[in-house]
């Protein structure tokens, strides 16, 4: 992702703008820097979007970087953070998962299923469908409503685009699948029925989609539960909200400075087993295909290490060749990495060594030709030996260990607007004693909290620059309850006036 | 939208291999919307009654937690006049992990041990830490006359 | 989005009327905290300002049927008000001549109806109709 050159061009702090009182008819004019500002937050959004879209050639051992659309929403996760640490393989990839899985099944069965996979789940333009906003019912619209319903034309926008390019990318892998099977051509990204096997013959359920996917799932760093990334990237932290919050009304009195800071944000507590600050392990297989390895098309069950003719890479039969040549066991090829750069071949074979040893090297000696009906065939498959899973547990901070709040690291940007939203509704009330006007706090909030972001991003220097799609929307949502706040405030006092 | 495989799952379950006491059936034009019924547990002033809920899962679930309220009129202090419940695994310590019928499963536990120090229906609470004899006796008489 | 069920939806709106956080200018609760149906509902509207409604405050009843919110819920005013969309006999809001109510959707609410209604009181031809004296009822409701 490229940096953010409207960050510096954020307002000062401390000047409080002479806007600050105003018509609400001028809330309707942004600002030329907050124009730059609000492009610059659609730049974000719109590579957020383009992260989401699951392409087939974007692959690490098998899968993908970005879910098949389980969830349909709640996909604000860092996508950036994720997909780097997808490729680092220090995250299970997005599997995609199977509906429904039969241990019996023979692998021509097992196989014919993986074949009809597709990358996204059905795309409906129905979940298009929006609550309506009762701002928009009101009498006159004021200028936060306008903006959320800009906001929502955009992420409207959004939505469509998202659901144009992830069919694109889906009839580009359905057509490169069937040229490849018809053998006219090959795709290096399309993977070989060995790999497709390797990885999901001994599928296993996550326990909170009850999907299936290749057994290689996350790990949780307490009690050791297996999860898939797409729930995984699904947890965050709750809003903030005041310590043994029962849902008690939103006081609006002068105390609320005081429960704005005792507002709190805990960390999310694992799913199995409630332990605090819930983080993941993953445990690559020895697989190395797609992004930083050998093509998924060249992954296949071979006697022994084939040294092969670069030249070759490309034919169109190789695979087919490879398939006839499997049979008693399996073992790494040299392989050419998709970015064209030479693999990590030591380290692989080393880990090969270390981690399969002789043991399961010999059990799969006994295994038979691809084709035969022995559904065990492929049991001891490399990198998915049972004896690597962890079995204690782990702390945190423990190198490997990747928490909820790494890839959602808004929660402290979103308490810290948490509470400067309600200490600021209180300081509101107070200063609509004073005046009978209405205030344009646009200036004055953007101020704070570009300060508020400028001291987070300092203390967080490894991902500096991607606080601003998050924030924004953050933003937008203090405003505009700010203003809601100031207006209501005003028409309650009337009300009680007529009380009187 | 097509129904998730989960709900699916969990339906089936729940149908294939029902808790004791307890029913769960969705309705068929709202799979995601379920009739309950949860049986008074023994021992409790709620024995021998038969309780309605109404159970529905929210587009987020299980991200997040069921939506639950009994339809039977119910004299316990953490169930609401319009039977809403206050139970903290519906709330702060739902868990992506629980389904349908664990949930289901704490609901009749409440019904065991109500818990008036953490209310939602004040009344109540107060009777039942204040004479506790007579709050059972009068939640023994809500379960005849509108829990048969 | 999948269909709330109507006591979900109905739940959700109570919620929002007791914590205030809906709209200032209108609001609404159940007339009966017993009624585990949640059909019968009572509402407010504070008149809109510069107009002839300006520092009224109209009660209504709001009846939300079986088949809220796929139908429109049945309005009506306790206090006297003089608008084309308010049947001049019995207080009730016609559908036919409110269009909130005749083209209702179910992502609709009850806060949305209030206000849709407070909008109709400000709207142009409607806004300096004189009105009866501040206090007095619809005789039927």
Not at chain 1, 383 to 411: E, K, M, N, Q, Y
């Amino acid at each position: 992702m490229g940096n953010t050159p409207a960050k510096e061009t954020r307002s000062p702090s401390g000047s409080f703008s002479k806007d600050n009182v105003a018509s609400p008819k001028s809330l309707v004019g942004l600002s030329k820097r907050k124009k730059e500002r609000d492009r610059e937050k659609r730049r974000q959004k719109e590579q957020h979007m383009l992260d989401l879209i699951v392409r087939y050639q974007e692959n690490v051992d098998g899968d993908y970087l970005a879910p098949y659309g389980n969830y349909k929403d709640g996909l604000n996760y860092k996508t950036d953070v994720v997909r780097e640490l997808i490729i680092e393989r220090k995250l299970a990839p997005f599997y995609t998962p199977l509906e429904d899985f039969d241990e019996n099944w023979t692998d021509s069965e097992l196989l014919s299923r993986l074949k009809r996979l597709k990358l996204h789940a059905p795309t409906s333009e129905s979940f298009l469908d929006e609550d309506e906003d009762p701002d928009d019912h009101k009498i006159h619209q004021s200028a936060s409503s306008m903006r959320r319903k800009e906001h929502k034309a955009f992420k409207r926008h959004l939505s469509e685009m998202s659901i144009k390019f992830q069919r694109d990318a889906e009839s580009r892998f359905t057509r490169d699948k069937s040229v490849s099977e018809s053998g006219i051509k090959s795709y290096p990204n399309i993977p070989s029925d060995d790999l497709l096997l390797t990885l999901y013959r001994n599928a296993v359920e996550c326990p909170i989609c009850f999907l299936y996917y290749p057994p290689n799932l996350n790990l949780s760093r307490c009690c050791v539960q297996p999860i898939c990334t797409e729930c995984f990237v699904q947890l965050k932290r709750l809003d903030p909200h005041p310590p043994h919050d029962e849902g008690a009304a939103p006081n609006t009195s002068s105390d609320s400075e005081k429960i704005a800071e005792e507002l709190i944000s805990e960390p999310v507590n694992c799913p199995f087993c409630a332990m605090s600050d819930f983080g993941v392990t993953y445990s690559p297989p020895n697989l190395w295909t797609g992004i930083g390895g050998r093509p998924p098309r060249d992954f296949n069950f071979i006697p022994h290490v084939i040294h092969e003719d670069p030249e070759t890479n490309q034919g169109p039969s190789r695979s087919r060749e490879y398939q006839r040549k499997a049979s008693l066991s399996y073992a790494m090829t040299k392989s050419h990495s998709a970015s064209g750069t030479p693999p990590k071949k030591s380290t692989i074979f080393s880990e090969y060594r270390t981690n399969q040893g002789q043991k399961s090297f010999e059990d799969s000696v006994s295994i038979n030709s691809k084709n035969s009906d022995n559904s065990s065939q492929t049991k001891n498959v490399e990198g998915f030996d049972p004896a690597r899973r962890r079995r204690g547990s782990l702390p945190a901070t423990a190198p490997g260990v990747i928490t909820v709040d790494l890839i959602h690291p808004d929660w402290e940007q979103k308490l810290l607007n948490a509470k400067s939203k309600l200490a600021r509704r209180s300081a509101a009330a107070t200063a609509l004693h004073a005046s009978s006007l209405i205030y344009d706090r646009d200036e004055s909030q953007h101020t704070y909290t570009s300060r508020l972001e400028r001291s987070y991003r300092r203390s967080d220097s490894s991902n500096g620059n991607d606080h601003n799609s998050h924030t924004s929307i953050e933003e937008r949502m203090i405003e505009e309850a700010l203003k809601l706040s100031l207006l209501d405030e005003e028409e309650r006092k009337l009300k009680e006036r007529l009380k009187r | 939208m097509s129904l998730p495989k989960r709900i699916i799952r969990e339906t089936e379950r729940l149908v294939s291999d029902p808790v004791p006491g307890i029913t769960a059936v969705p309705h068929e034009d709202n799979l995601r919307y379920f009739n309950v019924t949860i049986d008074g547990p023994s021992g409790s002033p709620y024995e021998g009654g038969k309780f309605k809920l109404e159970l529905f899962l929210p587009d987020d679930y299980p991200m997040l937690a069921p939506k639950v309220r009994f339809l039977t009129k119910i004299y316990h202090p953490n169930i609401d006049r319009l039977g809403r419940i206050c139970l903290d695994v519906l709330k702060a310590n739902w868990s992506p992990a629980l389904q349908v019928r664990t949930i289901l499963l704490s609901i009749q536990a409440l019904l065991s041990s109500p818990n008036p120090d953490d209310p939602l229906a004040n009344e109540v609470a107060e009777e039942w830490k204040s004479n506790e004899q007579n709050a059972i006796k009068t939640a023994r008489e809500w379960t005849e006359r509108f829990a048969q | 989005m999948s269909k709330i069920p109507r006591n979900f939806k109905l739940l959700e709106e109570l919620e929002k009327g007791e914590k205030g956080l809906g709209a200032e200018s209108c609001s609404y609760g159940l007339q009966d905290l017993d009624d585990i149906t949640m059909t019968h509902w009572n509402g407010t509207i504070l008149g809109p300002p510069n107009s002839s409604h300006e520092n009224r405050i109209y009660s209504l009843t709001i009846e939300c049927g079986p088949e809220y919110p796929e139908k429109p819920p049945i309005v009506r005013f306790i206090s006297k008000i003089n608008l084309p969309c308010v049947d001049q006999n019995t207080g009730l809001v016609l559908a036919s001549k409110f269009p909130t109510l005749s083209s209702w959707k179910r992502t609709y609410s009850m806060e949305i109806l209030l206000l849709e209604l407070r909008k109709e009181m400000a709207s142009g031809p409607n806004r300096k109709l004189p009105q009866p004296p501040e206090g007095e009822t619809f005789q039927f409701h």
